[in-house]
């Protein structure tokens, strides 16, 4: 048996070949375009790439894209300064801090900082508080994604066992609440694992579907997976010259029912979420007075 691979490329591109057509529609209906100012601390080549590549897919689905840019010695507070002057710019409807922060900021902080109504991650407590009450604001977007890539897959998991490898609270605590929730596209039982997890491969070989998102490099091996199982592989690890997930993509494949690969699976999702995200904050600002 070979997995069948879930294309995430081709789901992000039909989802923001939609969402281009909704930013179109907006702009003409009340001359609003939704804008999303990413904050770039540093000069981590990883995260430039990042914030570069949602600056793209931002232009193409006809949205405004400002990269504001500053040195690793920047202090908290003059961040802080920028996030507040962001809060309040009317034009701007999502602000998006671009992580990890150099050593010496306080990521929290930061991240608190954003207002709520802007903020397209998902990570103020307001927002996270929302969620977990399955009244969200905005969804977190590498859960939104492995949620709707699984969904656009015909994969239900109502009534099946997630396992989620790792606890983050970017990916792992979120995907195990949402997939918990009632509703379309959850319903399901969760297991989180994570580093002090005992007998590990036994439970995640009892796993309907498998969520991978520990940053280890094929950190999942074939003998770990139930046969016909859904896996889905958050991770992104570069080893050498490649590019490789959590999971041993092509032996696992042999055991899977279905899999996502690296590159080219959830990343292209995260990038389609957060244009959804900032959308959804154009449409609130239209009709929410910000405190």
């Known amino acids: 048996m070979t997995a069948q691979r879930i ?3 081709a789901i992000a591109l039909k989802l923001r070949t939609e969402l281009a057509a909704e930013v179109a529609a907006l702009k003409t209906s009340t001359g609003i375009v939704p804008h999303l100012a990413a904050v770039l601390v540093g ?8 914030v570069r590549t949602k600056h793209q897919a931002c232009e193409k689905a006809g949205m405004v894209s400002t990269t504001h840019r500053l040195p690793a010695t920047v202090s908290q507070s003059e961040l802080l300064a920028l996030i507040q002057q962001l809060n309040e710019d009317p034009t701007v409807h999502g602000i998006l801090v671009q992580l990890p922060l150099p050593c010496g900021l306080d990521t929290t902080t930061i991240l608190d900082a954003v207002h709520p109504l802007k903020d397209v991650d998902c990570f103020h407590p307001e927002n996270v508080g929302r969620l977990v009450q399955n009244r969200p604001r905005f969804l977190p977007c590498t859960p939104q994604g492995i949620q709707w890539l699984l969904r656009e ?21 979120p995907i195990g609440i949402m997939l918990l929730q009632k509703g379309l596209g959850a ?6 694992c994570h580093s002090r997890t005992q007998n590990l491969a036994e439970i995640t070989r009892s796993a309907d579907i498998l969520i991978a998102a520990i940053g280890r490099p094929e950190f999942v091996t074939a003998e770990m997976v139930k046969p016909g199982a859904v896996v889905i592989d958050v991770g992104v690890n570069r080893v050498e010259e490649r590019l490789v997930g959590d999971v ?7 055991v899977a ?3 996502t ?13 957060v244009l959804k995200n900032t959308l ?4 609130l600002s239209q009709t929410t007075t910000k405190q």
Request: no cysteine.
């Open 257 to 259: 029912s279905a899999i």
């Open 280 to 283: 959804t904050a154009a449409k």
């Open 248 to 254: 041993a993509f092509e032996p696992v494949s042999e």
């Open 261 to 273: 690969p690296v590159p080219g699976g959830v990343g292209p999702m995260t990038i389609a979420m």
């Open 7 to 9: 294309d995430g490329k």
């Open 153 to 173: 897959s015909g994969i239900n998991p109502a009534g099946k066992h997630v396992v989620v490898l790792g606890r983050s609270e970017i990916v792992g605590k």
């Open 43 to 50: 000069d981590d080549p990883a995260s430039a790439v990042y």
């Open 187 to 192: 319903d399901a039982t969760v297991t989180i």
